[in-house]
């Protein structure tokens, strides 16, 4: 496993997946490497690959944030709004802390545009102990659709500052709006979570 994920981090997709099926055979009731055969489908812009793993990961850990998010993450990507929702919404109630879930649940809202939950869902991404870049970005477009610009630019902010080129784009488009006056849709970032 340790392995396999070093491999995603390299974009090795192909040569993980190896190592992640060889974990699955090897414990086969364990859901870890299931979920990671299922990222690893995603990472490629295969739902239809994760979802029998994202399933399979489900049956053996039906309580599982991760496995829910996984889940979500693959309803998600091939369109499936509502269901992605519920698997988020699965995966924060399992455990209220897990960052990832609550961003990507705000994400799927943001896609119904329901912007106020969005943005209650990606300011509990932000307020946990591991706050990526991106989950700033995503709360930054969340604030700016409910026309709130200063909330936004205080968000883009703190995802610059953690590296965010997307977050930066959003802060020079709000000065440019903010000098002629012109409004411009911002888009949030995709979904991305352990």
């Known amino acids: 496993m340790k392995a396999g994920r070093r491999l995603v981090r390299e974009g090795a997709y192909e040569r993980a997946l190896a190592h992640f099926e060889r974990a699955a055979a090897v414990e086969p009731e364990r859901a870890a490497p299931h979920e990671w055969i299922a990222r690893v489908y995603l990472r490629r812009g295969r739902p239809d690959g994760a979802r029998p793993h994202a399933e399979r990961a489900l049956e053996l850990a039906p309580e599982s944030a991760s496995a829910w998010n996984t889940m979500g993450r693959t309803e998600l990507m091939a369109g499936e709004i509502d269901a992605a929702v519920a698997s988020f919404e699965r995966?924060?109630?399992?455990d209220p802390a897990y960052g990832w879930a609550w961003n990507n649940l705000g994400l799927a809202l943001g896609q119904l545009e329901r912007w106020e939950e969005a943005a209650a869902a990606l300011e509990r991404a932000t307020s946990g102990s591991r706050v990526e870049a991106y989950m700033w970005n995503n709360l930054g477009v969340a604030y700016e659709r409910l026309g709130r610009p200063e909330d936004a630019r205080a968000?883009?902010?703190k995802a610059a500052l953690r590296g965010s080129t997307l977050a930066a784009?959003?802060?020079?488009?709000l000065d440019g709006a903010a000098a002629t006056g012109a409004e411009h849709a911002a888009a949030g970032d995709q979904p991305e979570a352990p």
């Open 91 to 94: 995966a924060t109630e399992a």
């Open 155 to 157: 968000a883009y902010e």
């Open 169 to 173: 784009r959003h802060l020079e488009r």
